[in-house]
């Protein structure tokens, strides 16, 4: 059973939040990225996979990172500062065309969200557990990658939808690519770059969520402790 007395802590809610919505940005980046390499800049799904080697590594990256620094720094700053290169990626990525060579253009904006991404991922399930006995870390785990897999498909039906919508706006269609002129194809292209630039409202919206969070480094260093601890069986 869920402790309710979890949700009276006015930090856990903001950081369920948070959660919410990074999964929301999380799941967007990745799909409306995935489609427009292979919908608009026509990658094979295999050249797609390689061309995201990048954005696994700089996730790794900003992993790490970040588990360094949160015994360090007050964990909504390491939200916000993984929510301003998510936030520069899809203003970048909002800019680009589908006559754009791989690098540096795209390569540029799959790194640097990769990395903010990375930093996010690992804070805000620290920030979920910080303060709760060793018995509640299972339960909070498990509302963490709820609030998570809620917020993914919620926020890509939404951008989907304005994607969709500003390219009919502008002339294009939902039909097979292979059948689409040239103009039909700018407005495909320019439908998914616009849909970026609601991703990046969406990671402006987790910052500023995170901003309600007040754990300290102390206890988010503690609470990286505790579930590490759990994790090995010793608690």
Known sequence: LVPLWLFRNRNRVATFTSLFLAGGV?????????LYVQDVLGYSALHAGIGF???????GLGNLVTARL???IAPRWLIIGGGVFVLGAMLFGSTLTRTIPYFPDL????IVGGFGIGVISVILPLCAVADVGPREIGPVSAITLMA???????VLVVIQAVQISR????GGTTGPIGGMTAAQLDALDAGYT???L???AVAVLVGASALFIRFSAQQIAAAQHAREAVEAGEL
Request: charged share 0%; aromatic share 10%; hydrophobic share 60%.
């Open 148 to 154: 998570q897999n809620l917020g993914g498909p919620l």
């Open 107 to 110: 390569v540029l904006p799959i």
């Open 70 to 72: 949160a015994p360090h």
């Open 53 to 59: 080697i990048p954005f696994a590594l700089a996730l």
């Open 198 to 200: 609601w991703i990046a």
């Open 26 to 34: 999380m799941l967007a980046l990745t799909v409306m990225i995935g």
């Open 194 to 196: 616009y849909s970026l």
């Open 167 to 170: 390219t009919l706006y502008l």
